[in-house]
Nanobody
Framework: QVQLVESGGGLVQPGGSVRLSCAAS????????MGWYRQAPGKQRELVADITSSGSTNYADSVKGRFTISRDNVKNTVYLQMNSLKPEDTAVYYCLVAALKNYWGQGTQVTVSS
């Protein structure tokens, strides 16, 4: 049974930093692209960043220079380091493994507020 478990979300002040983790179990996803999406209230789910098995990355324009996606294939885990957080980053963040089918994490809430 495939399971993606996210952790690291919570309440953070503007300008602060958060590191999200998504650990996969049940299968090895080292050959697949992994990524992070987010969905804010009243908005569509959008791609934040993704990373291929070889380490090539792609970022939404809104997070370039502030967020960094990385992966540890030994641990079967993808990370999202989020710096210089803004209130508009507030959303539920979902990790994704793009295998023969898409596997999604349960979502973790990130709230950026004073």
């Amino acid at each position: 049974q495939v399971q993606l478990v996210e952790s690291g979300g919570g309440l953070v002040q503007p300008g602060g930093s958060v590191r999200l983790s998504c650990a996969a179990s049940g299968r090895i996803f080292s050959i697949y692209t992994m990524g992070w999406y987010r969905q804010a209230p009243g908005k569509q789910r959008e791609l934040v960043a993704d990373i291929t098995s070889s380490g090539s990355t792609n970022y939404a324009d809104s997070v370039k220079g502030r967020f960094t996606i990385s992966r540890d294939n030994v641990k079967n885990t993808v990370y999202l380091q989020m710096n210089s957080l803004k209130p508009e980053d507030t959303a539920v963040y979902y990790c994704l493994v793009a295998a023969l089918k898409n596997y999604w994490g349960q979502g973790t809430q990130v709230t950026v507020s004073s």
